[in-house]
């Protein structure tokens, strides 16, 4: 989607604006100042690819995927699948065949089902999250259990950092950390810093003001943050330094704060970025929820925020996604696209993973994305 273009008779407006844009940068690079709120200009040459090439639906593990089950691909290519239906993950190669089960013996609350973030180790270990019971699981490469800890807070996302210390992305409710939306968690178990925003607050009504999406930045001493809520995109060191800060006018997010009152099929949901991810020449992608261009209301309104959506084939129905790639350092949109249905996260190596729906079950599909120009 291209963005508006100045007319011919602006040149002069558009050269002073440019030395100025270059003093406020030299300026910029001395005081870390955020950059906000610019004004998208496409690259008119380029276009995002998306070329489907395999479907995880837990065939050969004993079970089957479901709409909670995340997929993770380890340095060695590998795919760590789950949890399934039972309750178990998966290893599967990178064709996406069966290898081994592991984690669904480790005791846990029988009320409490598995949600789990998984990353991954050089030697193809695995770290699992449990956002429900609070705690890491790792298991060897082989899916032995290896160790757990008890986290200080659910870990809606995780980054691993050296000395088995993690940035945390979640809600911690101690007087010193409230509002704050990443936390780094020592190995002991102890936050050892909070931080993330200017005024830390929580709200009833506004409960994703401390909810981000985060991912490694190519600089091992950041990370990327994205707000759920806003079109806007964030680069910190895990010291608790805002390094960057770009917030784009796209014609298909409107910002907002508080949830829609009422289930998505009587109040049109609004856009909601999923996911972001840097590549290896420093542009970085998003992946925002967007109801389809043809939604309508099926459902009678009615007080609250549930969703109502049972089956995968009910939000296969509502929403898309539009994947864009931005270049933080210009503060400029490259390029957009619209995919049908839900695609929710990257994986390493340039995949995106959405669902899909199989015999009403719902099942992963993985799409490899490039950026053309």
Sequence with gaps: MAGSRPPANLVGVRLRKALLEMLASLASGLSAQPKRAQQPRECLSCVIRATPFLVVDGAGSGSRTYEFSELYRLPSGRFVIGPLVDGWHAVLDPDGRFIHRFGGDVGRPKDLPVVARIEGDLQDTVHLYDNFWQRELVFGPAGQFVRARRLPLPPFWVIRLPEERLLVQGRLRTQAAAGYPFHVVEASGRVSRSFGVDRPQLLPDRPLDDARAIAPARDSNAFWSAWHNRHA????????????????????????????????????????????????????????????????????????????????????????????????????????????????????????????????????QLARVRLER
């Excluded at 549930?306 to 864009?324: K, N, R």
């Excluded at 400029?332 to 959405?354: D, H, K, T």
Aim: aromatic share 10%; charged share 30%; glycine share 6%.
């Design 233 to 364: 995109i964030e680069k910190w060191s895990f010291d608790g330094r805002r390094l960057l800060s770009v917030e784009l006018k796209v014609p298909w997010f409107e910002p907002w704060t508080r949830p829609p009152d009422g289930p998505v099929r009587a109040v049109k949901p609004p856009p909601f970025i999923n996911a972001l991810w840097e590549d290896d020449s420093g542009l970085v992608w998003l992946l925002t929820r967007v109801p389809k261009v043809d939604w309508k209301p099926t459902a009678k309104r009615r007080q609250g925020d549930e969703e109502d959506l049972t089956t995968i084939d009910d939000a296969l129905a509502v929403f898309d996604t539009i994947i864009e790639v931005i270049d933080p350092q210009s503060s400029r949109m490259v390029a957009s696209a619209r995919l049908s249905g839900p695609f929710g996260y990257f994986l390493r190596g340039g995949i995106v993973v959405g669902m899909r729906s199989r015999d009403s079950h719902a099942v992963l």
